[in-house]
């Protein structure tokens, strides 16, 4: 597990790379060009100094007094380290423009490819550590690209051209400095090998803690109501000591970089001095020299020093980069399905033909053939399971005819809600088939077969825009008089009027400044303007008092004529007119029928509806 851990990491850094690099070929090979001669305008610039110093002495030996020499080489010292400053500057902000890119690109790629994850993905992982990814991860990930890896490669740059100046000043010490710096770079490598599982630990438990910071602020209501406060603290804290734990290792072991760096910095030049000692004094080297020397030397342990810290920031990015890459990585929802929904009309004989107008009259495009939507909908023996080891729904076989409106009711985790999301396609079926207007749900287009569907939820969710446009949003380019008209038949106009501003009433924190009647009156309205031939309310009136619940049911029996109706609901008195009750216990069907035939049977519906049970 462990090298598989060390596998994926490498192959994420050259992925990382990889990127970044197929986006700003040009600006990185221009930053390379830039580095290069920043790096060595500067070696230029140190080497120099040995020439100021010879020319120094040979004015002392000589008694000249003419300066034009020396002033001519610190000319150009000053003139190589501008070259170096504005070089530098120029390759950092191509960097940090790079960097800002890439944070873009990454955030749009992992938002775009979550659109196209399965719902499965959603619904097993919490809300605040996927957010996580988007922030913590990838700022850390566009931290390296701006700043540690041109930090690292200037770093590498410096040593290369100091290591080269030095050997040209004594390749007797130089070889004394690289067998230094390989046993150095050596102790640094396996360093930063054994913090990486830390790293990458660290941002997994920085995701889990702002998942458990995100659920308890959206259930601060419950979690008052239950004097929950200090099991709730207790949680962040266990979690925030897990986080802290992870980063006091990693940080600890990686820190040890610093010291190790810099205090071998030191013994690297106490050595080099003594050795350059015994060379001057036996004719080897020149003073000149040797300062020169030590002092490329003292530089030298500059860039190691800079390494170690930005070693750090690197396995921080790295594992962020993992954890995106993990979210890349995951499959999107599988459609093969080649039937698709369209527009028709009739022509003068009658014939159903394909149009671009906007008729309100769709069919089923099955390669040449046209199949008129009637919303008839089949359940033929489905087994389904979220999981394999435990199903959900055995054995299951219903039927949906065009314009009935079917009720289903049972306890809760019967699998009555599991139903609306095979229909929805949100999972697959294990065994059995779902056929819709004869053709198997599989061959249709998932994008098509959600435009025939309306869904209300029991937990509505509105969005940060005005009333008429979370109406809109079931129907993008609806007018404004199809946004009023669908909100009156959810007898939602009244109260929107009442509004601040009316349609324009910004909604905020997901209806916080709605009463929940109010919300879930929007969210029929948005299944409304949606005009779909199937319709699936999913406890779409629980949240609804009596008094609203009466002034929305002849609203509802309008949506609801000629369309095909699935009603998930406990109050049997909304599902009394229904053409079907399906009674559902432990995945399977145990009575099927309507009100009449149900309470004849005096089965469960009859205990149910009399009361002798009730729904759990």
């Known amino acids: 597990m462990k090298k598989n851990k060390v596998t994926y990491t490498k192959g994420t850094f050259s992925r990382l790379l990889g990127m970044v690099f197929k986006r700003h070929k040009f600006k990185i090979v221009l930053v390379i060009i830039f580095m290069l001669i920043s790096t060595f305008s500067n070696a230029g610039a140190m080497a120099s100094i040995q020439n100021v110093l010879d020319e120094a002495i040979k004015m002392v030996e000589t008694g000249s007094t003419d300066f034009s020499g020396v002033a001519k080489l610190i000319m150009t010292m000053i003139i190589l380290y501008g070259i170096t400053i504005v070089f530098r500057y120029s390759h950092l902000r191509i960097m940090t423009d790079v960097g800002q890119d890439s944070l873009l690109h990454i955030r749009e790629s992992l938002f775009t490819h979550m659109m196209g994850l399965p719902i499965q993905y959603f619904d097993t992982n919490k809300h605040g550590d996927v957010m996580s990814r988007y922030t913590n991860d990838v700022d850390a990930t566009r ?13 590498v740059l410096m040593m290369i051209s100091y290591m080269i100046a030095m050997i040209l000043t004594s390749w007797l010490l130089s070889i004394f400095t690289i067998l230094f710096s390989s046993l150095l770079i050596l102790i640094t490598r396996l360093i930063s090998r054994g913090t990486r599982k830390y790293f990458i630990a660290q941002q997994a438990n920085i995701g889990q803690l702002n998942g458990y910071i995100e659920e308890m602020i959206e259930g601060q209501k419950v979690v008052k109501v239950f004097r929950h406060e200090k099991e709730a603290i207790k949680g962040f804290s266990e979690l925030n000591r897990k986080v802290a734990d992870t980063a006091r290792i990693s940080m600890s072991r990686s820190g040890m970089l610093i010291p190790l760096t810099v ?22 080297m020149t003073v000149p020299a040797l300062v020169t020397y030590l002092l490329f030397t003292r530089l030298f342990t500059g860039p190691t020093n800079q390494m170690g810290q930005q070693l750090n920031f690197v396995q921080m990015a790295l594992a962020g980069a993992s954890r995106i890459f993990a979210v890349l990585d995951m499959e999107k929802e599988v459609d093969n399905g080649d039937v698709t929904l369209v527009n028709v009309e009739y022509d003068e004989d009658g014939k159903l033909v394909e149009t671009t107008k906007k008729t309100n009259i769709w069919a089923w495009k099955d390669k040449d053939k046209l199949i008129k939507l009637e919303g008839e909908v089949i359940l033929t023996n489905v087994d389904f399971g979220y999981s394999s080891d435990r199903l959900i729904l055995k054995d299951v076989s219903l039927y949906a005819k065009p314009g009935q409106k079917i009720a289903l009711v049972g306890s809760t985790g019967a699998g009555k809600t599991t139903i609306t999301n095979l229909i929805n396609r949100f999972y697959e079926i294990n065994s059995g088939s779902i056929t819709f207007d004869g053709i198997e749900l599989k061959r249709i287009k998932k994008d098509s077969l959600r435009r025939s569907l309306g869904i209300v939820l029991q937990d509505t969710h509105l969005f940060n825009t005005t009333v008429r446009e979370n109406i809109r949003y079931g129907k993008l380019d609806a007018t404004d008089e199809e946004v009023i008209a669908a909100a009156k038949l959810a007898n939602a106009h009244e109260f929107i009027l009442k509004l601040p501003k009316g349609y324009d009433t910004i909604i905020t924190d997901d209806g916080d400044n709605l009463s929940q009647g109010q919300r879930q009156l929007l969210s029929i309205a948005r299944a409304a303007i949606s005009n779909p031939p199937v319709l699936i309310l999913d406890e779409a009136t629980s949240s609804i008092d009596t008094y609203t619940e009466k002034l929305i049911q002849d609203g509802m029996d309008k949506l609801m004529e000629g369309r095909t109706v699935f009603v998930i609901a406990h109050r049997l008195s909304t599902i009394k007119n229904s053409d079907a009750i399906i009674i559902l216990e432990d995945g399977r069907i145990i009575e099927r029928g309507d009100h009449d035939e149900l309470i004849e049977q005096k089965g469960v519906y009859y205990q149910l509806f009399t009361g002798v049970f009730e729904l759990e």
């Open 263 to 284: 205090n071998m910095g030191y013994l690297s030049f106490s050595i080099a001095a003594i050795l350059g000692g015994i060379l001057v004094l036996n004719g080897h």
């Open 143 to 155: 931290q390296m690209i701006s700043q540690s890896l041109p930090q690292l490669l200037t770093s």
